[in-house]
């Protein structure tokens, strides 16, 4: 033993040293693969201002480890860059609702809920919408509206509306939309402006006034049940008519849009209006 101690401290230093290196590679390109060291790295992308190249590490962290507990947090991360960073919205939104679906039992989709809520289109306009509209109190036997945006030119949308009642078609007429930086509007087919159909940011106690009628955010946390189904986080913006004593209420569901009309006094609302039908699709 002693002689093998004796040959081992005689050995050259440089064949020592070689040993040493080769551990410590050996142990660069574990930390290398490991799932903490592809994060900081990605990290240091998105702190040196190279977003797109910080969005394709946590990709690549997902698909080489689709099976690791900070997945969720790779897709948030992916979200936050989008929004904050690169002001994509829909790609944004995209991730945070992927981690609001797939992973609701952890932390990130709390998170991700947070931030979806502040970049959620509440009039969503997009070639192909559909919704359908009834009167309450008889799902539509006596009124019925089908609004479809039809076209987009200049950022301006287009949209039909088709009435009917007892099944029979009543009129049709068309409506135009265009969403700037401080609300959305409806304009004339040339764009200009007619009327404020939401003032941006959206927040709570938020006033407008549009001719002789004020409107007002009173909540952005209601729950409410319509032909549709039933929608979570919607907006409730009161709108009463200057000087009387009763005002109609609009409700809004995120990525969706109008859902519920209803008319108060103060001693309850009435529904008048709800959505039955909602689709993204032309089919």
């Given at each position: 033993?002693?002689?093998?101690?004796?040959?081992?401290?005689?050995?050259?230093?440089?064949?020592?040293?070689?040993?040493?290196?080769?551990?410590?590679?050996?142990?660069?390109?574990?930390?290398?693969?490991?799932?903490?060291?592809?994060?900081?790295?990605?990290?240091?992308?998105?702190?040196?201002?190279?977003?797109?190249?910080?969005?394709?590490?946590?990709?690549?962290?997902?698909?080489?480890?689709?099976?690791?507990?900070?997945?969720?947090?790779?897709?948030?991360?992916?979200?936050?860059?989008?929004?904050?960073?690169?002001?994509?919205?829909?790609?944004?939104?995209?991730?945070?609702?992927?981690?609001?679906?797939?992973?609701?039992?952890?932390?990130?989709?709390?998170?991700?809920?947070?931030?979806?809520?502040?970049?959620?289109?509440?009039?969503?306009?997009?070639?192909?919408?559909?919704?359908?509209?009834?009167?309450?109190?008889?799902?539509?036997?006596?009124?019925?509206?089908?609004?479809?945006?039809?076209?987009?030119?200049?950022?301006?949308?287009e949209m039909t509306r088709n009435l009917?009642?007892?099944?029979?078609?009543?009129?049709?007429?068309?409506?135009?939309?265009?969403?700037?930086?401080?609300?959305?509007?409806?304009?004339?087919?040339?764009?200009?402006?007619?009327?404020?159909?939401?003032?941006?940011?959206?927040?709570?106690?938020?006033?407008w006034v549009v001719g002789n009628i004020?409107?007002?955010?009173?909540?952005?946390?209601?729950?409410?049940?319509?032909?549709?189904?039933?929608?979570?986080?919607?907006?409730?913006?009161?709108?009463?008519?200057?000087?009387?004593?009763?005002?109609?209420?609009?409700?809004?569901?995120?990525?969706?849009?109008?859902?519920?009309?209803?008319?108060?006094?103060?001693?309850?609302?009435?529904?008048?209006?709800?959505?039955?039908?909602?689709?993204?699709?032309?089919?």
């Open positions: 033993m002693k002689s093998r101690i004796k040959k081992f401290f005689l050995l050259p230093t440089s064949y020592l040293l070689a040993k040493g290196l080769v551990v410590s590679c050996l142990l660069t390109v574990f930390l290398g693969c490991s799932v903490d060291y592809q994060f900081k790295r990605a990290e240091t992308l998105k702190d040196n201002g190279k977003f797109l190249e910080a969005v394709k590490k946590y990709e690549s962290i997902v698909e080489k480890n689709p099976q690791s507990i900070r997945v969720p947090e790779a897709f948030y991360n992916i979200g936050k860059i989008y929004q904050q960073n690169l002001e994509n919205n829909d790609e944004a939104k995209i991730y945070y609702k992927r981690v609001i679906n797939e992973y609701s039992a952890t932390e990130w989709a709390v998170q991700s809920k947070e931030l979806f809520l502040e970049i959620a289109d509440y009039f969503p306009l997009l070639k192909g919408l559909k919704w359908v509209e009834v009167d309450s109190e008889t799902s539509g036997k006596y009124m019925l509206a089908r609004n479809e945006i039809v076209a987009e030119q200049n950022n301006i949308y009917y009642t007892r099944n029979n078609f009543v009129s049709s007429f068309r409506k135009y939309f265009k969403k700037m930086p401080n609300g959305l509007y409806e304009t004339d087919k040339n764009g200009e402006i007619l009327t404020a159909i939401l003032l941006f940011p959206l927040e709570v106690n938020k006033e004020k409107n007002t955010i009173v909540s952005k946390k209601e729950e409410v049940e319509v032909a549709a189904g039933k929608f979570s986080d919607c907006i409730k913006i009161k709108k009463q008519l200057i000087g009387t004593p009763s005002w109609s209420v609009e409700y809004y569901a995120p990525e969706v849009g109008k859902i519920l009309t209803t008319q108060s006094s103060g001693s309850g609302e009435k529904r008048i209006t709800e959505l039955k039908e909602f689709t993204a699709n032309n089919d």
